[in-house]
């Protein structure tokens, strides 16, 4: 879920929906991880990896996008004062 930023509309991650997300995330990874090293997930074991590297994408997506939107929000106010943004 996203929300407002300045007049710019929804373009930022909402932190209370993104805590959840993350939360879930790590459970899920958690909750993979010990199936992986179960004896009786032998026969799901691929896929059990499988899913293990996508959530390891994921996180590491979200882990960036998060790193990029607090520079963006940084970085938002001195690109976008007059002053600065008439010599770009």
């Known amino acids: 879920a996203f929300s407002n930023f300045k007049q710019r509309g929804p373009v930022i991650l909402a932190s209370k929906e993104l805590g ?3 939360e879930a995330l790590e459970e899920s990874q958690m909750t993979l991880g010990s199936m992986a090293g179960n ?4 026969p799901f074991r691929e896929k ?3 899913w293990i590297a996508n959530l390891s994408t994921v996180s590491d997506m979200v882990d960036g996008w998060i790193a990029v939107q607090n520079l963006w929000i940084y970085m938002e106010a001195v690109f976008s004062s ?7």
């Not at 004896?39 to 032998?42: E, F, G, L, P, Q």
């Open 20 to 22: 959840e997300i993350m």
């Open 39 to 42: 004896r009786y997930s032998a």
């Open 48 to 50: 059990v990896q499988e």
């Open 82 to 88: 007059g002053d600065i943004a008439k010599q770009l």
